[in-house]
């Protein structure tokens, strides 16, 4: 029996090029949605200079002044 149309998509092997084209669209959003993630994570908080933890080292009142004097030389140097 010859079925005419759109209708062979649906009896035939059809269904199964749709399954997979769906497939296939929903692994591309989870692909982008993992990537968003993970550059919003890795993208998210700026490395820090050796001059801003000096800083804030020096802030907190970890060293003194002559060994911040010190380490900001040393730092300036290299």
Same mark, same amino acid.
Request: charged share 25%; glycine share 12%.
């Given at each position: 029996?010859?079925?005419?149309? *759109?209708?062979?998509?649906?009896?035939? %092997?059809? %269904? &199964?090029? %749709? *399954?997979? &084209?769906?497939?296939?669209?929903?692994?591309?959003?989870? /692909? %982008?949605?993992? /990537?968003? @993630?993970?550059? !919003?994570? *890795?993208?998210? +908080?700026? !490395?820090?200079?050796? !001059?801003?933890? *000096?800083?804030? @080292?020096?802030? @907190?009142?970890?060293? /003194? @002044?002559? +060994?911040?004097?010190?380490?900001? #030389?040393?730092? #300036? #140097?290299?």
């Amino acid at each position: 029996m010859i079925h005419g149309g *759109l209708n062979d998509w649906y009896f035939g %092997w059809g %269904w &199964f090029l %749709w *399954l997979g &084209f769906i497939f296939l669209l929903f692994s591309n959003f989870g /692909t %982008w949605g993992y /990537t968003y @993630r993970i550059h !919003r994570k *890795l993208d998210g +908080q700026p !490395r820090k200079e050796a !001059r801003d933890i *000096l800083n804030e @080292r020096y802030a @907190r009142g970890e060293i /003194t @002044r002559e +060994q911040f004097g010190e380490l900001k #030389s040393d730092i #300036s #140097s290299a």
